[in-house]
Structures are given as structure tokens and as C-alpha cells.
């Protein structure tokens, strides 16, 4: 595709229950970030993934949020037993080549946990 | 670890008016910086990226700086219009596994 692409665009949930999101990056962008940005807040790393390497996974919050990348493609993050805290903007970016090229982020999915 | 600063947090301009947004980095070792304008419930837009070993680029009205020794940058945006309206955010990555954003400077043109 043209862009990074995401889906859903928004997504409401009940507490407990799990969800996954969606990231198709830009076709041959060998590195996948995902960010998480709450109300007012900046930019929250998560996870980051690149080539076939082990995904650095520094940033996910709780064992409960889990990433992966499947044939160096699409890249599905799954959150567990959602809390309220879970409730934010989750993007996704991808680039050529990592720390050299533009990263382009995609429109995100907006995740309201009730 | 890489902190990213951008001053003013907040700016208001009168249409037409030329402006300069600020951003500061701690560790001058860095591959580049990219600039990001991010419009409301929106995602990401890419403006600029400049490369640690250019001073400036340039896109239309646009224009980055860069100065690596003393850790900043700025965007200078030229005869501003309602349409620049939008929240604008500096990025620069470490090794490449993330990006350091800056808090960002929301900006309003006033028509």
C-alpha cells in the first residue's frame, strides 16, 4: 500500500476482555515500531521489531501486551484482560532503514476501554 | 538516555506571520532528526528528516535546522496559515530500535 496502515480505527471494549491490533507498514520497510500515546501525553515506545531479529521489547508495559511480526509484514499487538489504563492512541510506524530513513507513522486505532 | 525537549509548548500566530519552533536534544550522538506535524485525533505526518551530517532542509514552505554540537533544531515555518495549525513534534532515534520524541509545540494560526 501507499501508507501504513491500521485497523481498526477505533475500538471500545469492556474491561477484561482482549484486543488485537492490526499494522500492514509500508510493503518492503523492514523495521515496525509501535507507540501508544494517551490523552495528553507524548509518544510511548512499545515495541519495535526489524527483519527477522528478536523484537526489542523494552517498552511493553505489563505482561499482558504482546506483539508480533508475521513474515516480516503485518504486525499484530495484542493486549490482554484490557484495563482502563489500556484506554489510548495505539500507532504504528515503519521504515526502510532504521536510524537512517523517515519513519512513517500510520492513522493509529483509538482504544476506549469501559 | 537521549531526552528531547521542545520550546514553546504552545504558540498563537497571526496569519502570515513567519515562526520558528525549537528542539533540543541531550546526546549530539545522533543519525538525524525528523520532524512530525500531528493533527488532531490524527496519526503521524512526516515533514522533515534531516541527516546528522546536513544543517538544513528544506520543503516548501519549511525549512529544519540542524546543529549536532549543541544539541537543537529548529523548524521555521514561513508566511503561516490557518491550514499549519497542528500539534509539531521532533524525533530522533537511537541505534534505530526507537525513536525519542519531544513533548511538542502546539500551534494555532489565527486567520
Known amino acids: 500500500g501507499a501508507g501504513v496502515s491500521q485497523s481498526p480505527s477505533n475500538k471500545v471494549t469492556e474491561k477484561g476482555k482482549d484486543v488485537e491490533l492490526r499494522c500492514d507498514p509500508i510493503?518492503?520497510?523492514?523495521?515496525l515500531y509501535w507507540y501508544r500515546q494517551s490523552l495528553g501525553q507524548g509518544l510511548e515506545f512499545l515495541i519495535y521489531?526489524?527483519?527477522?531479529?528478536?523484537?526489542?521489547k523494552s517498552g511493553l508495559p505489563s505482561d499482558r501486551f504482546s506483539a508480533e511480526r508475521t513474515g516480516g509484514s503485518v504486525s499484530t499487538l495484542t493486549i490482554q484482560r484490557t484495563q482502563q489504563e489500556d484506554s489510548a492512541v495505539y500507532l504504528c510506524?515503519?521504515?526502510?532503514?532504521?536510524?537512517?530513513?523517515?519513519?512513517?507513522f500510520g492513522q493509529g486505532t483509538r482504544l476506549t476501554v469501559v | 538516555k537521549q531526552e528531547v525537549t521542545q520550546i514553546p509548548a504552545a504558540l498563537s500566530v497571526p496569519e502570515g506571520e513567519n515562526l520558528v519552533l525549537n528542539c533540543s536534544f541531550t546526546d549530539s550522538a545522533i543519525y538525524n532528526l525528523q520532524w512530525f506535524r500531528q493533527d488532531p485525533g490524527k496519526g503521524l505526518t512526516s515533514l522533515l528528516l534531516i541527516q546528522s551530517s546536513q544543517r538544513e532542509q528544506t520543503s516548501g514552505r519549511l525549512n529544519a535546522s540542524l546543529d549536532k554540537s549543541s544539541g537543537r533544531s529548529t523548524l521555521y515555518i514561513a508566511a503561516s496559515q490557518p491550514g499549519d495549525s497542528a500539534t509539531y513534534l521532533c524525533a530522533v532515534p537511537n541505534t534505530g530500535n526507537q525513536f525519542y520524541f519531544g513533548t511538542g509545540t502546539s500551534l494555532t494560526v489565527i486567520p
Open positions: 521489531f526489524q527483519g527477522n531479529s528478536a523484537p526489542d
Open positions: 510506524a515503519s521504515s526502510l532503514r532504521p536510524g537512517v530513513t523517515e519513519a512513517f
Open positions: 510493503s518492503g520497510h523492514t523495521a
